[in-house]
């Protein structure tokens, strides 16, 4: 026993004499261990890592001054756009990219667009303009590149259109939906059929042709027409589906009912907004041609905003200004969608009409206000962006921006001057220039300024 004892003091007697190498070789050993134990983590823990940098980075970033150190500012905006995204049903993770900073083919060029200030037309009213440029979508060059790429992704879903089977969709439009299918269909194996009516600008189907669409013009037509343009689209995919000596089947797209239209700027737009506004904005302004753009961004927003308003712009010749004013289409003494007419008499193209969607309806509650545009005070709002802002934009644009003036003007005789309000760039002027510009006439050489003032006085027209 005496034995056992005198070993076990001589061995801890040692120990403590020389416990600064044990540490030291103890730690070495357990690092070893531990990194051998974890070493199968790593992979995952540095493809999380990257992700979350990716998501924190902040977009505008500094450049720092001369003589001053590098310097990288991080701003979570993760947070903002998970809380619209989520307010909506929407797994915030599907919009992740798993692996890398890039997307596979043209759907990378659709979506998340800039939202820049308009400085010239906020100093003008005294109140923060921004507009959303969805003419930076690089599909179609249009907000209607969201929803082609979502009517297609729902059709998929369901059965309805198969990849390289031989199907192709058709669709009635003035243009911009036709351009954005065209694009996204020949990107997924479809083909293109597009009706339109032929009092359209001409460079619109010129381009649908370019994309290797086939383009059906038709004369104007009242929609209770089954010549009007949608109604013969509709028709066309029938008559597809129908001949079994065609490949694939024919599906008409349907964007004016199709409620994949306004779940594109439900999912998207309005998130999108939410998250570079840093949910602070008062006012939300649009055109309605399907009513896509402005019950999606409706429904997104008003959720987390509710004290934001809605306002609708609207060219001349639509029912919709009379029908979120009053209640009615077009009169009292009228019924709703049944006056026989072409679509909309005005030179805008793209917004307008005279009855009522589904995508309209699905958001029209929760529109407060609406502002009704002149031809004349678009064209001449048009000539103010080009002058003031150096942006060439169509006819659509110019009502917008008309519309978010008379807004901000309105705010600041009630005392809200400084007020946030968002609208949207739709186009590109090149798109209008055989019709639209062509009346707005050219703007250099004009040595008169453009007022404000002299915009939203132009004649006005209902």
């Given at each position: 026993?005496?034995?056992?004892?005198?070993?076990?003091?001589?061995?801890?007697?040692?120990?403590?004499?020389?416990?600064g190498?044990?540490?030291?070789?103890?730690?070495?050993?357990?690092?070893?261990?531990?990194?051998?134990?974890?070493?199968?983590?790593?992979?995952?823990?540095?493809q999380?890592?990257?992700?979350?940098?990716?998501?924190?980075?902040?977009?505008?970033?500094?450049?720092?001054?001369?003589?001053?150190?590098?310097y990288?500012?991080?701003?979570?905006?993760?947070?903002?756009?998970?809380?619209?995204?989520?307010?909506?049903?929407?797994?915030?993770?599907?919009?992740?990219?798993?692996?890398?900073?890039?997307?596979?083919?043209?759907?990378?060029?659709?979506?998340?667009?800039?939202?820049?200030?308009?400085?010239?037309?906020?100093?003008a009213?005294?109140?923060?303009?921004?507009?959303?440029?969805?003419?930076?979508?690089?599909?179609?060059?249009?907000?209607?590149?969201?929803?082609?790429?979502?009517?297609?992704?729902?059709?998929?879903k369901?059965?309805?259109?198969?990849?390289?089977?031989?199907?192709?969709?058709?669709?009635?439009?003035?243009?911009?939906?036709?351009?954005?299918?065209?694009?996204?269909?020949?990107?997924?194996?479809?083909?293109?059929?597009?009706?339109?009516?032929?009092?359209?600008?001409?460079?619109?189907?010129?381009?649908?042709?370019?994309?290797?669409?086939?383009?059906?013009r038709?004369?104007?037509?009242p929609?209770?027409?089954?010549?009007?343009?949608?109604?013969?689209?509709?028709?066309?995919?029938?008559e597809?589906?129908?001949?079994?000596?065609?490949?694939?089947?024919?599906?008409?797209?349907?964007?004016?009912?199709?409620?994949?239209?306004?779940?594109?700027?439900?999912?998207?737009?309005g998130?999108?907004?939410?998250?570079?506004?840093?949910g602070?904005?008062?006012?939300?302004?649009?055109?309605?041609?399907?009513?896509?753009?402005?019950?999606?961004?409706?429904?997104?927003?008003?959720?987390?905003?509710?004290?934001?308003?809605?306002?609708?712009?609207?060219?001349q010749?639509?029912?919709?200004?009379?029908?979120?004013?009053?209640?009615?289409?077009?009169?009292?003494?009228?019924?709703?969608?049944?006056?026989?007419?072409?679509?909309?008499?005005?030179?805008?193209?793209?917004?307008?009409?005279?009855?009522?969607?589904?995508?309209?309806?699905?958001?029209m509650?929760?529109?407060d206000?609406?502002?009704?545009?002149?031809?004349?005070?678009?064209?001449?709002?048009?000539?103010?962006?080009?002058?003031?802002?150096?942006?060439?934009?169509?006819?659509?644009?110019?009502?917008?921006?008309?519309?978010?003036?008379?807004?901000?003007?309105?705010?600041?005789?009630?005392?809200?001057?400084?007020?946030?309000?968002?609208?949207?760039?739709?186009?590109?002027?090149t798109?209008?220039?055989?019709?639209?510009?062509?009346?707005?006439?050219?703007?250099?050489?004009?040595?008169?300024?453009?007022?404000?003032?002299?915009?939203?006085?132009?004649?006005?027209?209902?």
């Amino acid at each position: 026993m005496g034995l056992f004892t005198n070993f076990f003091n001589a061995l801890w007697a040692g120990i403590l004499d020389n416990k600064g190498k044990i540490t030291s070789t103890g730690g070495f050993l357990l690092g070893i261990v531990a990194t051998l134990a974890f070493k199968d983590f790593y992979p995952d823990l540095e493809q999380s890592f990257r992700r979350r940098i990716r998501h924190v980075r902040g977009q505008q970033i500094p450049h720092p001054l001369p003589g001053q150190p590098d310097y990288v500012r991080l701003e979570d905006h993760t947070r903002r756009k998970s809380l619209a995204l989520q307010a909506i049903g929407v797994d915030p993770e599907e919009n992740k990219y798993e692996d890398s900073d890039f997307a596979t083919g043209i759907e990378g060029l659709i979506g998340d667009t800039p939202l820049i200030k308009l400085k010239s037309l906020s100093d003008a009213t005294g109140c923060e303009i921004l507009v959303k440029c969805e003419y930076l979508n690089g599909a179609g060059n249009s907000p209607k590149d969201r929803v082609a790429l979502s009517m297609i992704n729902h059709a998929e879903k369901e059965g309805l259109l198969v990849p390289d089977r031989g199907d192709t969709i058709y669709e009635g439009t003035v243009g911009s939906t036709g351009i954005s299918l065209a694009a996204v269909c020949r990107a997924r194996g479809y083909k293109a059929y597009i009706c339109m009516p032929n009092d359209q600008a001409a460079e619109k189907s010129d381009l649908l042709l370019k994309l290797g669409a086939t383009v059906e013009r038709v004369k104007p037509a009242p929609i209770v027409d089954q010549q009007q343009f949608v109604n013969l689209a509709r028709g066309r995919a029938q008559e597809h589906s129908d001949d079994p000596n065609r490949p694939g089947r024919g599906f008409f797209a349907d964007q004016f009912e199709n409620t994949a239209n306004y779940l594109a700027h439900l999912h998207t737009t309005g998130p999108e907004i939410y998250a570079q506004t840093h949910g602070k904005l008062d006012v939300f302004i649009a055109g309605a041609g399907t009513g896509g753009t402005i019950s999606g961004v409706a429904l997104a927003l008003k959720p987390l905003l509710p004290d934001m308003k809605v306002v609708l712009a609207d060219p001349q010749g639509s029912g919709l200004y009379n029908k979120v004013k009053y209640g009615v289409m077009f009169s009292p003494t009228e019924a709703e969608g049944t006056r026989r007419r072409h679509q909309v008499d005005s030179l805008v193209e793209g917004i307008g009409v005279n009855r009522l969607t589904a995508n309209f309806e699905a958001g029209m509650t929760l529109i407060d206000d609406a502002v009704k545009v002149s031809d004349e005070q678009a064209m001449q709002m048009a000539r103010w962006l080009v002058e003031k802002e150096g942006l060439f934009v169509g006819a659509s644009s110019g009502v917008n921006c008309v519309a978010a003036a008379t807004i901000a003007m309105q705010m600041v005789r009630e005392g809200k001057s400084g007020a946030r309000i968002v609208t949207v760039l739709c186009d590109s002027g090149t798109r209008h220039l055989s019709k639209f510009w062509k009346v707005a006439g050219d703007v250099g050489g004009s040595e008169e300024e453009i007022r404000l003032e002299d915009v939203l006085n132009a004649s006005k027209k209902s």
